[in-house]
């Protein structure tokens, strides 16, 4: 994934932008940037790769390198950026979040009638952010550079700007799948992926952009330059999985929505019966556990951590040299409350199942430390397509989603002609997919959320939202 911040302001606010993206740093862990706008010095720009350590260690000493009245920054889970361009549209530094699925076809394009060329990165690659810029320089200002540029780009592009005047532009992608938020402050405007960052640095909500909406922000003022769309296809994982807890987007707050999301799956259990003689419900943390806080306050069963991460002399991205050694860490880091495990019949709630492979390990874990039984529950639908808009999911293919995987080992390739049956807990091939799953993954039993019931605790208009990766709907 991904996450920009920026200020428009009229005094220093290097301290606020620094702020502003760490608080961003829970969505992306490979590369993190800033730049800023001082009337003297002009655009300047600092990337740092944050996979070994995180935002603030990085950049905690760029207050002594860069200075500017209006600044920005990034957390990214894909290219270095922000990059500082020089074009007919003068010279400016950019980020997105999102990504760029069509981009080979879009760089032989370019380079077919511009004569230019690209910076490669290793093995060919080029910085996606790079062609995004390419694709605005070739308009005649920014609003026209912006909008050919997501009619051209297949996938996602949120965008914001630093232009050498010191303004932002910032840009809601086309379908509205991320959020971008502005942020009004005594001294300016902040414009941010996640509300609550400008929220702690005392600016007041002004307002969300709609879809491919874009606007200009300067210390006095926020212009629209384009109007917003009116489809919209904000992704459904926002609240159920990326967003942060403390975040609202299109008036849900995260929070809110885990623990109704819960509440419905217990409410499904309860109906059908399932799962009766638990004797604690917990959350595989850190995200599913609002969902399971929901689960046990709708089913009356003791909500309680059977196990915590220690996390504290950990990096959250320390990665050893080997995969034996990385899965020594990763079960370093889960200490046991025995007290809490040995014989006792668990019901855990993760946000979503993906590959699986974390999860099971999770499991083999609490029986290993004595538990009883250990049943499972998804906070959403079973993944059935590896999203295609945006790179939050490290799934590189379909059959890498351990749903689809196990539909082709039931029945090859003619199972995936019946996905939706398998999504469907109370048909027969629901049936089979969750008890498969189980018994490659030790679960005693497994349940998913309903996409009706995802749909229903999210509570905007079904329309208005992505559910491509559970039901491949465009």
């Given at each position: 994934?991904?996450?920009?911040?920026?200020?428009?302001?009229?005094?220093?606010?290097?301290?606020?932008?620094?702020?502003?993206?760490?608080?961003?740093?829970?969505?992306?862990?490979?590369?993190?940037?800033?730049?800023?706008?001082?009337?003297?010095?002009?655009?300047?720009?600092?990337?740092?790769?944050?996979?070994?350590?995180?935002?603030?260690?990085?950049?905690?000493?760029?207050?002594?390198?860069?200075?500017?009245?209006?600044?920005?920054?990034?957390?990214?889970?894909?290219?270095?950026?922000?990059?500082?361009?020089?074009?007919?549209?003068?010279?400016?530094?950019?980020?997105?979040?999102?990504?760029i699925q069509n981009a080979d076809a879009l760089i032989d394009q370019y380079l077919s009638f511009s004569g230019g060329h690209f910076d490669s990165m290793t093995g060919g690659r080029i910085n996606q952010t790079e062609l995004l810029a390419a694709l605005i320089n070739q308009k005649s200002n920014f609003a026209e550079g912006i909008r050919f540029a997501q009619k051209s780009i297949e996938g996602t592009a949120s965008i914001l700007i630093l232009k050498d005047d010191g303004r932002l532009i910032a840009a809601r992608d086309r379908a509205g799948r991320l959020p971008v938020q502005i942020g009004r402050g005594e001294d300016g405007y902040a414009v941010s992926f996640e509300s609550f960052a400008y929220q702690k640095l005392g600016y007041e909500d002004e307002r969300e952009l709609g879809s491919g909406e874009i606007v200009e922000i300067s210390p006095d003022s926020c212009v629209q330059l384009s109007p917003p769309l009116k489809e919209k296809?904000?992704?459904?994982?926002?609240?159920?999985?990326?967003?942060?807890?403390?975040?609202?987007?299109?008036?849900?707050?995260?929070?809110?929505?885990?623990?109704?999301?819960?509440?419905?799956?217990?409410?499904?259990?309860?109906?059908?019966?399932?799962?009766?003689?638990?004797?604690?419900?917990?959350?595989?943390?850190?995200?599913?556990?609002?969902?399971?806080?929901?689960?046990?306050?709708?089913?009356?069963?003791?909500?309680?951590?059977?196990?915590?991460?220690?996390?504290?002399?950990?990096?959250?991205?320390?990665?050893?040299?080997?995969?034996?050694?990385?899965?020594?860490?990763?079960?370093?880091?889960?200490?046991?409350?025995?007290?809490?495990?040995?014989?006792?019949?668990?019901?855990?709630?993760?946000?979503?199942?993906?590959?699986?492979t974390q999860l099971r390990e999770t499991v083999d874990f609490l029986y290993e430390n004595g538990a009883q039984e250990v049943h499972i529950r998804s906070a959403c639908p079973p993944i059935m397509y590896a999203c295609k808009y945006l790179n939050f999911s490290r799934s590189n293919s379909d059959m890498e989603l351990i749903a689809r995987r196990v539909i082709v080992e039931l029945e090859g390739e003619d199972g995936l002609n019946h996905i939706r049956e398998y999504a469907d807990g109370t048909t027969e091939r629901g049936k089979r997919m969750r008890e498969a799953i189980c018994e490659k993954m030790h679960f005693a039993s497994l349940e998913f959320q309903s996409l009706e019931g995802v749909l229903q605790a999210i509570g905007i208009n079904p329309c208005e939202l992505c559910t491509y990766c559970w039901n491949g709907e465009e």
């Open positions: 994934m991904g996450g920009f911040f920026g200020i428009a302001s009229s005094r220093d606010s290097m301290l606020d932008t620094f702020f502003g993206v760490d608080y961003h740093s829970h969505l992306g862990t490979k590369r993190a940037g800033m730049a800023a706008w001082d009337p003297k010095i002009g655009l300047q720009r600092k990337i740092h790769n944050i996979e070994n350590a995180p935002f603030r260690t990085k950049f905690e000493h760029i207050f002594e390198e860069m200075r500017g009245t209006s600044a920005m920054g990034c957390i990214s889970d894909a290219d270095p950026q922000p990059l500082l361009i020089r074009s007919s549209l003068g010279t400016y530094a950019i980020c997105m979040t999102g990504v296809k904000i992704c459904s994982f926002l609240w159920s999985y990326y967003g942060y807890p403390t975040s609202t987007y299109e008036g849900v707050n995260v929070e809110e929505m885990r623990y109704k999301n819960g509440a419905i799956m217990a409410e499904a259990d309860l109906a059908a019966g399932r799962a009766k003689d638990i004797d604690y419900v917990g959350g595989v943390p850190d995200s599913g556990t609002p969902h399971a806080i929901g689960y046990a306050n709708r089913s009356g069963r003791p909500f309680a951590r059977a196990f915590i991460k220690y996390t504290p002399t950990w990096s959250r991205s320390f990665m050893p040299a080997t995969q034996k050694d990385r899965d020594k860490i990763a079960k370093m880091k889960q200490i046991p409350v025995h007290a809490l495990i040995q014989g006792k019949k668990l019901l855990f709630v993760d946000d979503s199942i993906v590959r699986g």
